[in-house]
C-alpha cells in the first residue's frame, strides 16, 4: 500500500467519506510551533502506481494548499465530497473546496476562536452542520452555509483538544479538555449534560462507538485509553494499557464493533477490542517520530492510515506491514 512524504510534520489525516481512494491530511512545519500549514489530498491509486518511499517518488498529491499558520487537524464535509475544513493555529477555521483551483480557495475563512483551532469533527447524522474544539477553551457548532458560528459552548475550564459527534444521536457529541475531563453535550443544550472526570492527567482526544451510542473511548497523557458506558459514568468499563507515552488520537472501527485504533508519542499505532481480556490485537511500529493522526476508511473494511512527525503518511490494510510497498 502507498507511503506519502509530507512537506512537514502530520497532524491528521482522514479518509474520503465519498471517495475509496482519496485522503485528507493536515501538517505543519516546525511540529506546529511555528511556520507554515499544509492542507493536502492525496490519490491513493495514483501513489499505489507510482511507489513512494524506497522506490520510485511517490505523486505530488491531487490539491495542495499552503497556510500562513500552523494547521492541527482536518475533516471532509459528510454533504459535499470536494468540501473540507482545516483548524488552524491562528484560531481560524478555514474551509476549503477541494475542485476549485488554490487561487479561489478557502471558500470560507471563520475567525472567532481567540486561540488555536485543535480539533474538527463533521455531523455524520445530520451532514450539515461540523464542531471546531479550541484551546480558548470553547467549542462552537459551524454550517458551511452560515459566515458565523451557530453556538458556541463553555464548561471546559482548559484548552478542548478534540471534539467527536454520535454516531447515532444528531444532536450529540462529546469534547475532550486538558481539564482532565470528558464532556457529553446536546446542541439544543447550553451546558454539558455529563461530565466525566475520565482521567488524572490531560485528555486529547476521544470517539463513539459507531454500534452502541452510550460508549465512548479517551485517549489521555497519562498513556491510558478508557472506555465508557455514559449511562454509568462511575467507573471505566475497560483501561487499555500499551502506549508508553501520551495517547494522541482514539478512533473506534466502522466496521467492527469494541475494535479501536490509537496512536501515542511513542511512535507506536495500536489496534484493539476493549471487550476481549487480552485487549491488544495488533502493535504498529513503522514510524520514527509521534504518531499525531490516524483514521480508519469507512467505505473500505480494515484500511487504516497513520501520519507523523517524521513527516510520513501511511496507507495499509489491518494484519499487514505499513511498510511494504
Same mark, same amino acid.
Given at each position: 500500500? &502507498?507511503?506519502? +512524504?509530507?512537506?512537514?510534520?502530520?497532524?491528521?489525516?482522514?479518509?474520503?467519506?465519498?471517495?475509496?481512494?482519496?485522503?485528507?491530511? %493536515?501538517?505543519?512545519?516546525?511540529?506546529?510551533?511555528?511556520?507554515?500549514? #499544509?492542507?493536502?489530498?492525496?490519490?491513493?491509486?495514483?501513489?499505489?502506481?507510482?511507489?513512494?518511499?524506497?522506490? $520510485? &517518488?511517490?505523486? %505530488?498529491?491531487?490539491?495542495?494548499?499552503?497556510?500562513?499558520?500552523?494547521?492541527?487537524?482536518?475533516?471532509?464535509?459528510?454533504?459535499?465530497?470536494?468540501?473540507?475544513? $482545516?483548524?488552524?493555529?491562528?484560531?481560524?477555521? =478555514?474551509?476549503?473546496?477541494?475542485?476549485?483551483?488554490?487561487?479561489?480557495? &478557502?471558500?470560507?475563512?471563520?475567525?472567532?476562536?481567540? =486561540?488555536?483551532? #485543535?480539533?474538527?469533527? /463533521?455531523?455524520?447524522? =445530520?451532514? !450539515?452542520?461540523?464542531?471546531?474544539?479550541?484551546?480558548? !477553551?470553547?467549542?462552537?457548532? /459551524?454550517?458551511?452555509?452560515?459566515?458565523?458560528?451557530?453556538?458556541?459552548?463553555? @464548561?471546559?475550564?482548559?484548552?478542548?483538544?478534540?471534539? $467527536? /459527534?454520535?454516531?447515532?444521536?444528531?444532536?450529540?457529541?462529546?469534547?475532550?479538555?486538558?481539564?482532565?475531563?470528558?464532556?457529553?453535550?446536546?446542541?439544543?443544550?447550553?451546558?454539558?449534560?455529563? *461530565?466525566?472526570?475520565?482521567?488524572?492527567?490531560?485528555?486529547?482526544?476521544?470517539?463513539?462507538?459507531?454500534?452502541?451510542?452510550?460508549?465512548?473511548?479517551?485517549?489521555?497523557?497519562? +498513556?491510558?485509553?478508557?472506555? /465508557?458506558?455514559?449511562?454509568?459514568?462511575?467507573?471505566?468499563?475497560?483501561?487499555?494499557?500499551?502506549?508508553?507515552?501520551? *495517547?494522541?488520537?482514539?478512533?473506534?472501527?466502522?466496521?467492527?464493533?469494541?475494535?479501536?485504533?490509537?496512536?501515542?508519542?511513542?511512535?507506536?499505532?495500536?489496534?484493539?477490542?476493549?471487550? +476481549?481480556?487480552?485487549?491488544?490485537?495488533?502493535?504498529?511500529?513503522?514510524?520514527?517520530?509521534?504518531?499525531? @493522526?490516524?483514521?480508519?476508511?469507512?467505505?473500505?473494511?480494515?484500511?487504516?492510515?497513520?501520519?507523523?512527525?517524521?513527516?510520513?503518511?501511511?496507507?495499509?490494510?489491518?494484519?499487514?506491514?505499513?511498510?511494504?510497498?
Amino acid at each position: 500500500m &502507498p507511503a506519502f +512524504k509530507a512537506p512537514a510534520p502530520g497532524f491528521s489525516v482522514r479518509f474520503s467519506p465519498f471517495h475509496e481512494q482519496r485522503l485528507l491530511a %493536515a501538517a505543519s512545519q516546525h511540529f506546529g510551533l511555528v511556520g507554515n500549514g #499544509h492542507l493536502l489530498v492525496l490519490d491513493l491509486s495514483a501513489a499505489a502506481a507510482g511507489g513512494g518511499p524506497g522506490g $520510485a &517518488p511517490a505523486p %505530488a498529491p491531487v490539491f495542495a494548499f499552503p497556510t500562513s499558520d500552523a494547521l492541527f487537524d482536518c475533516a471532509w464535509s459528510e454533504s459535499h465530497e470536494s468540501l473540507c475544513a $482545516a483548524a488552524s493555529g491562528d484560531g481560524s477555521v =478555514r474551509l476549503f473546496d477541494v475542485a476549485l483551483p488554490p487561487a479561489q480557495n &478557502p471558500v470560507r475563512l471563520l475567525r472567532e476562536h481567540a =486561540r488555536e483551532v #485543535h480539533g474538527l469533527d /463533521w455531523n455524520p447524522v =445530520r451532514r !450539515d452542520a461540523f464542531l471546531s474544539a479550541s484551546w480558548d !477553551d470553547t467549542l462552537k457548532l /459551524w454550517s458551511p452555509d452560515r459566515p458565523a458560528s451557530v453556538r458556541t459552548f463553555r @464548561g471546559h475550564e482548559y484548552c478542548v483538544y478534540a471534539a $467527536a /459527534w454520535s454516531a447515532r444521536h444528531p444532536d450529540v457529541f462529546a469534547s475532550a479538555s486538558g481539564d482532565r475531563t470528558a464532556r457529553v453535550w446536546d446542541v439544543r443544550e447550553p451546558a454539558p449534560t455529563l *461530565v466525566i472526570p475520565a482521567h488524572d492527567h490531560e485528555v486529547l482526544s476521544l470517539d463513539w462507538d459507531k454500534y452502541d451510542p452510550s460508549i465512548l473511548a479517551t485517549g489521555s497523557v497519562d +498513556k491510558s485509553i478508557r472506555v /465508557w458506558d455514559v449511562r454509568a459514568p462511575r467507573a471505566p468499563l475497560a483501561q487499555l494499557a500499551g502506549h508508553g507515552y501520551a *495517547v494522541k488520537r482514539v478512533k473506534f472501527s466502522p466496521h467492527r464493533q469494541g475494535m479501536l485504533m490509537s496512536c501515542s508519542y511513542d511512535m507506536t499505532v495500536c489496534m484493539w477490542d476493549h471487550r +476481549k481480556e487480552d485487549a491488544l490485537l495488533a502493535r504498529y511500529g513503522h514510524h520514527t517520530e509521534f504518531v499525531a @493522526g490516524i483514521d480508519m476508511s469507512v467505505l473500505v473494511e480494515g484500511l487504516l492510515a497513520s501520519t507523523g512527525w517524521d513527516e510520513m503518511i501511511y496507507v495499509w490494510p489491518f494484519g499487514s506491514d505499513p511498510r511494504a510497498m
